[in-house]
């Protein structure tokens, strides 16, 4: 199985496409208007496994947050290699999304082309956009204008003190939720629909159109205990899909509404993007989080990949080796034990799914 996991986007691309070919099964390819940092073409490239005119759909997406995708393109090629095709009952289909946001996964970054957090973007953005209170006293901390020297060290200082003064959930959320309001910022959900956002919409739009029942498993990394895959649900006890989540997954369902989840709550996300366009089918959606690295060093790699692209000058900095290493180490476990475990898990879940979706 390591061989399904790739070291970088055109690798994970290449694996994927070679195994959809083996598989002989339905591909859809949409090309990204830019290139990755080896001038490589970019694209989102989705595989129907199973009957097309399947009422009940698993979609499984990768790299929703760019650089996460290692861990679920991995995944989607191993489906492919083992033939699930084959043990798909004949209502079921599963449906693989590889890389939502495939800018983001080559130039190893978890935001888009556009600094925007995809996972934030999928709010409706006719109605006002959700505000974020508490942000605007962060944001000039979270992206100084200098990564060294006095600068850097105040920034630090306040933020230290605003974790002090609110607890590390609240910082946490504050941060993380998705905000609207700063283009260069953390967490930037973006001022419309994105490409990938546009991209996903319309597929589903066309394709799912038929669908009653879908379920959503968008594979994610960087939060929770290393290897460890948390299944995130939505809603809490009383909602339908949230009781639809924890009867197919079982009791370690975790709701950032319940408050036990290694997630905060999230302005738009991408589950919201397959209802509305698929406003007549049944949905249950949930992300399921890969632990790497403990949050507070998560935070800080994101936190210093913003601001590389934001202030530091990106390809022509000095920190750029050793931030794009950071974020590696942050969002792709890479040893072997790891790979096991997400290989494992992601194979269960999945499993999971397509027999909720088929009950
Ligand atoms: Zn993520």
Redesign the pocket.
Known sequence: MYKYFASDYAEARSKFLMAAESADVPLWQFDHPLTGPNDEALGTDIVWLGARDARHVVVAGSA??GI?GFCGSGCQTGFLTENWKSRLAKDIALVLVHANNPHGFAHQR?VNEDNIDL?RNFIDFDVETPQSPGFAELHPALVPEAWDGPIRESADAAIEAYKAREGLPAFQQVTSRGQYNFPDGLFFGGSGPSWSRRTIEGFARKHLAEAKRIAVVDF???LGPRGYGEIIGRGGPGDPQYERTVAWYGPDVKSAVVGNSASVRLNGTIDFGYRRSCPDAEQTAITL?FGTLPLEEVHEAIRADNWLYAKGGAETSPHFNSIKAQMRAAFYGEDSKWKQDIWARGQEIVDQALNGVGN
């Open positions: 929703t947050h996460e978890r996972n994610h990394t960087g989080e």
